[in-house]
């Protein structure tokens, strides 16, 4: 059984920064891929940013247009860990934030992690 815990969302202002954390745990294979993916209301889920585990090269990453030069995703392979870093947050980056893993043909998603941005 795969597991995946988000945490670091919450209401922050225009310009600020915010940091998402992803824990997986359960059986999960040193080669996978992890990322986010956000919700805003009344739109489908979209990609926001997705990293391979990398084991010998370093992981690759892969950033929806929206995000690319704001929001970093990075990872620990020890941790089974995923985060992505935030900065200049615009009111349109409003969203619930999922994690999600790909491990061994199956897709696992996070409960989803609110994050408000105020004008």
Known sequence: QVQLVESGGGLVQAKGSLRLSCAASGSIFR???MGWYRQAPGKQRELVAII????????STNYADSVKGR???????AKNTVYLQMNSLKPE?????????LNLGSTYWGQGTQVTVSS
């Open 71 to 77: 929001f970093t995703i990075s990872r620990d392979n």
């Open 52 to 59: 391979t585990s990398g084991i010998t090269s370093g992981g």
């Open 93 to 101: 980056d409003t969203a619930v934030y999922y994690c999600n893993l």
């Open 31 to 33: 080669i996978n891929v």
